[in-house]
DNA sequence: AACTGACTTTTTTTGTTGAATAGTCAGTTA
DNA sequence: TAACTGACTATTCAACAAAAAAAGTCAGTT
């Protein structure tokens, strides 16, 4: 039996220690490069005791990444204001999302062999906020069609699609680096594909 | 010492037999798992005489490769007529430079462990092509500019970044591939995705 | 309820060995 | 002498086994 394991923040604080430092760890190693017992010993805590909160690591990992997905998109929400210029929300949507890679890229790094392990986990979790993301996009649109300011659309198709497209120069972004991690130039390079990508779509979509 | 090995067709049947045989096992089985052995036998001779003609396995390889590659570029080379319009010549490069991924998808099939081993051959070919293509495109771009009927632009920039674009989303349906190799649906979604990416990029050059 | 230490199970790493393949070369052939 | 061959060596790979490390469990303590 797991304790309260609400998102209730600032109640158990235990639990908060061990986000933090699973965030911590798994963010610079990486998910196959973290142990259980590092995490444990970060906080003072006995391997047995994580076992207490976490039924696995799955799960550890999980709860970290999902944390970074509902900041993500609460963030996003909330810059959802009524009066905002819809192509002016595009803009948002890309910088914030492309902060969430950033973090994701970290919490995610794992060696070429093991990749088809963890692929399903990493799939799962991929898959569950696309389908949140899509529904933002999508929100952004309509309110840009309803503005007068975008054209009458498929806004699902169009959301997929923009979608697809921006991963695309991340994904080229991940397969140029010549390290593990990506350095300066191919971040600014990476930033300026996207800053380009958006705003050939907004003129596409616009009246 | 290597005979002539020059680019002369229709000289020595010998070499066109080789390749010939490598394409056929290469793009069936991929890099890794063909063997020169088997090349060989294929062409009866003996896998010393291989090694006559081609000092190493990778020659070889890329010897096939950019037999693909050239093909690629004289066809699309050949497309572009004074009096065609930029816009359309932009679209057979679209198809033509899939026509090319298709092929080199197979030929480069490898298995995940031996990734980074061939990683720098694949790498080093690719780059070669990179090179020609950005010309080509910045070529079509160019007659488009000089037809009045794209807007003037940084053509270098705007070649890459088409380029870019288009390779993403390549990559996106690698990818997002389940097996070893695409399906049909998967390549249909690839197509529609370059199809509606270039629009968007014309729309966007076009006066 | 919140833990621990000692335990078992699973996964990863390392090392070894035989087989498959890459690559070499002295010598043959036409 | 160009075009080859057979027999060789050198690498690389696959398949196991043992050792090490990490995951995960649990009876018992505070």
């Given at each position: ?6 998102d ?11 986000m ?29 005791a ?49 902060d969430?890679?950033?973090?994701f ?28 993301e ?74």
């Open positions: 039996m797991s304790p309260k394991n609400t209730q923040e600032e109640e158990n604080s235990k639990i908060d220690d061990i933090k430092a699973a965030q911590q760890r798994f963010g610079q190693y990486g998910l196959c490069k973290t142990t259980m017992m590092e995490i444990a010993t970060d906080i003072g805590l006995s391997k047995a994580l076992y207490y909160y976490y039924p696995d690591k799955e799960s550890l990992f999980e709860a970290v990444v999902l944390k970074e997905q509902k900041q993500f998109l609460e963030e996003l929400t909330s810059a959802i204001k009524p009066g905002t210029k819809a192509s002016t929300l595009l803009l948002t949507y890309v910088k914030k999302r492309q969430y890679f950033d973090r890229m970290n919490l995610g790094k794992l060696r070429y062999e093991s990749m088809s392990t963890s692929k399903p986990l990493l799939c799962r979790l991929s898959e569950n906020l696309l389908l949140k899509q529904q933002l996009v999508r929100t952004i649109l309509e309110i840009g069609v309803a503005n007068k300011e975008f054209k009458k659309m498929n806004t699902q198709d169009q959301a997929v699609f923009l979608i697809t497209m921006l991963q695309g120069f991340r994904l080229y972004a991940v397969k140029m680096q010549n390290d593990l991690v990506m350095s300066e130039e191919e971040h600014a390079a990476l930033d300026e594909n996207l800053k380009k990508a958006i705003q050939l779509f907004i003129r596409d979509i616009s009246l």
